[in-house]
């Protein structure tokens, strides 16, 4: 199939799987006689892998890593789960560094009166 089948197959721009074929983390299985990449269904599940991981957060470097380990039937689930247990940390981190902003910028918006008055703690806390 050609890469526009592929890329809606997959959920991808036709531009993300041109990348992510430049940058040799899927492969075309061939090309046509007119030089354009044809794509199998193998070449589509590791296309749908890949946008799957990235929705999780994972880097390109990442993404390499797991779809070498979901290649590889002779793989442990032990290093699977040390790099999704990695970004699972690096998740709950971002969440306690949103939260306190958010408490923060609540307690900020609670405080003002939003009246006609020039006081305001949002703008004196920003200042």
Do not use: W
């Not at 089948?5 to 046509?32: F, M, Q």
């Not at 470097?61 to 797991?66: G, K, Q, S, T, W």
């Amino acid at each position: 199939m050609n890469i526009s089948a592929a890329s809606k197959l997959a959920g991808l721009p036709v531009k993300t799987v041109r990348y992510y074929a430049d940058i040799n983390l899927v492969e075309a299985a061939s090309r046509s006689k007119a030089g354009y990449r044809i794509y199998n269904d193998v070449t589509v599940r590791k296309l749908t892998f890949i946008r799957r991981s990235r929705a999780f957060g994972f880097t390109i470097e990442e993404c390499r890593a797991l779809l070498g380990l979901y290649q590889d039937k002779n793989r442990t689930s032990a290093e699977v789960k040390r790099i999704a247990s990695k970004r699972l940390e690096e998740i709950e981190v971002k969440q306690r560094e949103l939260q306190a902003l958010h408490d923060e910028l609540k307690h900020l918006v609670t405080t003002c009166l939003g009246n006609q008055r020039p006081d305001c703690p949002i703008i004196d806390y920003l200042g």
